[in-house]
């Protein structure tokens, strides 16, 4: 019998910490509107249906909001605890396809929600983090290039065009293959 069949992880997932982990990711200073960008907000409440779901509302333009407003987990059918599981998965580097199978989920379901968790778990983007080994692309002026597109042009496919191309791809390649999971 697999593991998946004995225990169901969401439900030993607590929704307090699931909601208070949102919050500190997305206001680590404290919250903030997101409709005028103000800090002067104040606690109003909780969600309806979702208990652990703080609202707030805006001294300076009187909006009304709550953690997840404006982030791609809201309005979305699935509970928090679902996509703070399904962000954990992605960090361990699982498949789609194994997601679904450990969230119990239709596959095209978890496809949508690792696209957007993939865009950031706000959905503003969110700042560009460096961490552990950060490396600087080098940037490679031929004097005799500059300002002279067409003799460029025409070396492209040449062994020098090419290298570069290639340094070019690479350090592309490792800038976008470390999305920052926090
Ligand atoms: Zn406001």
Redesign the pocket.
């Known amino acids: 019998m697999a593991a998946t069949d004995l225990i169901n992880l969401p439900g030993l997932i607590d929704d307090v910490k699931c909601f208070a982990l949102v919050r500190q990711h997305r206001w680590p200073e404290g919250a903030v509107?997101p409709?005028?960008g103000?800090g002067a907000v104040i606690r109003d409440g909780h969600d309806d249906t979702q208990p652990c779901r703080q609202r707030y509302r805006?001294k300076?333009?009187s909006?009304r909001f709550d953690d997840l407003t404006g982030t791609v987990l809201a309005g979305h059918h699935q509970p928090l605890r679902v996509w703070v599981l399904c962000l954990y998965f992605m960090g361990l580097n699982l498949s789609n396809r194994q997601i679904a199978l450990e969230l119990g989920l239709d596959g095209s379901d978890t496809q949508a929600m690792t696209e957007q968790l993939r865009r950031g778990l706000a959905a503003k983007t969110p700042a560009v983090e460096l961490t552990g080994e950060v490396e600087i692309d080098e940037v490679y002026v031929v004097a005799g290039h500059k300002g002279q597109p067409a003799a460029v042009a025409k070396r492209a496919g040449s062994g020098a065009g090419a290298g570069w191309q290639a340094r070019r791809a690479a350090a592309r390649w490792r800038r976008t293959s470390r999305p920052s999971s926090g």
Request: aromatic share 0%; hydrophobic share 25%.
């Open positions: 509107c409709m005028c103000n805006c300076a333009c909006g």
